[in-house]
């Protein structure tokens, strides 16, 4: 069976592209685990490869991009993983923008009076002290 140059090529673009789609979505897949499972460590891993993997993958695909056209399943592949990538990103923001709340409500606020500037730098003096009396 012949097939064409372009049918030839167009399968090369496949092979070549699929192994880090494969790879990206597979880290994806990890971190989703990870987060449920509230495994630091795991994040951690398997967030760092999942950088490595999007760059790979991003790299490969916009060779393909620059050499010929990037099959519409891979391309549709790429942006679903992306989208996935900024979900995680917001689920994982929301969660530290949750947990920086509850610190701020278990941490008793600093004294007052404890020196002469606060730890945000400003006299606390000024407050006690912002009137005159003549």
């Known amino acids: ?10 399968l090369k673009r496949v092979t070549d592209l699929e ?17 449920c499972a509230n495994d630091a460590r795991a ?3 398997q967030a760092g490869r999942l950088h ?5 993958a991003v790299a490969q ?6 050499t010929g056209e990037v099959p519409s399943a891979l391309r549709q592949r790429l942006a ?5 990538v900024a979900a995680q990103r917001e689920a994982l923001a929301r969660a ?3 947990l920086d709340r ?17 730890a945000a730098g400003s006299s606390s003096r000024a407050a006690a002290s912002g009137h005159l009396q003549a």
């Open 80 to 84: 679903l993983a992306g989208g996935r």
């Open 1 to 10: 069976m012949l097939t064409s140059a372009e049918e030839l090529q167009a």
């Open 52 to 56: 490595s993997a999007l760059a790979r």
């Open 43 to 45: 994040i951690e891993e």
């Open 19 to 35: 192994p880090p789609l494969a790879e990206l979505e597979g880290y994806l897949g990890g971190l989703a685990q990870a987060l």
């Open 102 to 118: 509850a610190i701020d409500v278990l941490l008793p606020p600093e004294p007052v009076g404890s020196g002469i500037y606060s």
């Open 61 to 66: 695909f916009t060779r393909a991009a620059r």
């Open 96 to 98: 530290t923008a949750s």
